[in-house]
């Protein structure tokens, strides 16, 4: 029986990834406020938000200082544009900042409102480039399966996930999937990890080569893979793939959105994969989550290339009317600013050996066949037999019932990909609340058996 807002909701609202015909019957979990790593239910039930909303509030709820940052601006300037040369302060700031922060050397930063339009964004510059370097024939763009970067017509092509293309009539032309780098689902029997990394920097080269490499100008990879399970690929993986794409002039794109801002104990989730990105996206924590906010870090041949280009053309067009709004952008400046002041990475670092121990204890359990991940994210894959990790019927739904379950123990997951549940609480987490988090999902994983 819904109550009266959820009657209110579904006679009015359609819901993001989710079933509309489900969602109907059971009503959706409406949530009023929020505290630290906990929200609470309009009925007042609290829940750990072990999901950090969707992988984005990195500095949990009900931060004040942010909360003023956001109302002083708006007192101060609510709204301008940064077109046709006009600019503010919190967005200078805020580039300025970004480019100090970058794991490799950035040039300028594009501002957008989310990270679908930051990797919708990288598609168009790595076009416009090419066209400004006269080879307009490299323009497709390679991407992984169950990758995620979106979805905006260009970004969700780039995911790699069917959900994101059935019925949509996607990929659009010009992209394509390699292999994603699950060394647990697709290695071969007896494969290493550093034999599985070689082999899918081969495929990677094989694809290049079966398209051309006079028609490949792009590769985006998120460090560790959010949404597609929490995919963490081998250490030797990027290495081994950035040597290919230097081989072929294929620009490097590292997709941050879940990654940046110290998901992995990094600033950048580059720096612990190793990556070496030509350009990168960002959103999410950039602003914890505040006010949407993306943007795009590029490099100064990019730079030029803009240049070029719009001197050409008489302006670079493109923009968003909210690209550097400055409530955004005032509100990342004060969070990248409490990331310093807090050492909110430095403490990030400290909490993984808990979280990882915590985590890999779950592979115990009779229905974890993989409890992966890296930093302060994590998959736990269930199966219908850990031995030949044989997957349960989609149908039965299992990794969404344990979801349901957390919901009843007062802890919110999700269920991403197949049977995976993934963890990525607010990285504001303490020690007790993780054990907390594992603890009400092990729970929930016990009522699912
Ligand atoms: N890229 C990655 C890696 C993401 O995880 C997401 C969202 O989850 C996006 C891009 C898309 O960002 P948005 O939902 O802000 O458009």
Known sequence: ML?????????????PYTNLVAVRETGPLILERGKGVWVTDVDGKPYLEG????WCTALGYGNEELVEAAAEQMRKLPFTHIFGGKSHDPAIELAEKLKEMAPVPISKVFFTCSGSEANDTQMKLVWYMNNALGRPKKKKIISRMRAYHGVTIASASL?????????????IAGVRHTTCPHHYRLAEAGESE???????AADLEALILAEGPETVAAFIAEPVMGAGGVIVPPK?????IQAVLEKYDVFFIADEVICGFGRLGTTFGSEAMEMKPDSISIAKALSSAYQPIGAVMIPEIMYEALLTESAKLGSFGHGYTYSGHPVAAAVAVKTLEIYERESIFERVRAKIPQFAARRAALEDHPLVGEARGAGLVAGIELVADKKTKHQFDPKLGVAAKTVAFCQQEGLI??????DAVTICPPLVISPAEIDELFDRLTRALDRTL
């Open 3 to 15: 109550t009266n807002l959820q009657a209110r909701d579904v006679e009015t609202l359609i819901h």
């Open 159 to 171: 995911t790699g996930l069917a959900g994101n293309h059935n019925d949509f009539d996607l990929p």
């Open 194 to 200: 550093e034999d599985f990394a070689t082999r899918l």
């Open 51 to 54: 999901m950090a909303g969707l």
């Open 413 to 418: 997951l999700r269920n991403v990909f197949g």
């Open 236 to 240: 030797t993986y990027y290495p081994k």
